[in-house]
Nanobody, 125 residues
């Protein structure tokens, strides 16, 4: 499985941005895909995930209502729609994939087998 994240950039607080994660490889090895982020000087944190089979999402509390994860099965691409961005959303965003079927442990980075290279999102105040 290979993952290619893109779409990062410099935006202002309140703006929107869409990140993409193009995936290749067997679907069963990426049945759940997730987004993580790592801000400067901080540990990587979970943002959200999606179960590929039924498009079911799962979000960390801090982004609920602002971020939306979706996927395009035909394009094998996952998206992260980010609205009302805040300076504290500034981070390198990574997409990841795992062959696990459920979302119970989707917030744990250790369950993910494959990682994209990361894309930088900078939100200015």
């Amino acid at each position: 499985v290979q993952l290619q994240a893109s779409g990062g950039g410099l935006v202002r607080a309140g703006d929107s941005l869409v990140l993409s994660c193009a995936a290749s490889g067997p679907t069963f090895r990426r049945s759940v895909m997730g987004w993580f982020r790592q801000a400067p000087g901080k540990e990587r944190e979970f943002v959200g995930a999606i179960r590929w089979s039924d498009n079911r999402p799962y979000y960390v509390e801090s982004v609920k209502g602002r971020f939306t994860i979706s996927r395009d099965n035909a394009k094998s691409t996952m998206y992260l729609q980010m609205n009302s961005l805040k300076p504290e959303d500034t981070a390198v965003y990574y997409c990841a994939a795992t062959g696990l079927r459920g979302l119970e442990y989707a917030d744990k980075s250790s369950v993910y087998d494959y990682w994209g290279q990361g894309t930088l999102v900078t939100v200015s105040s």
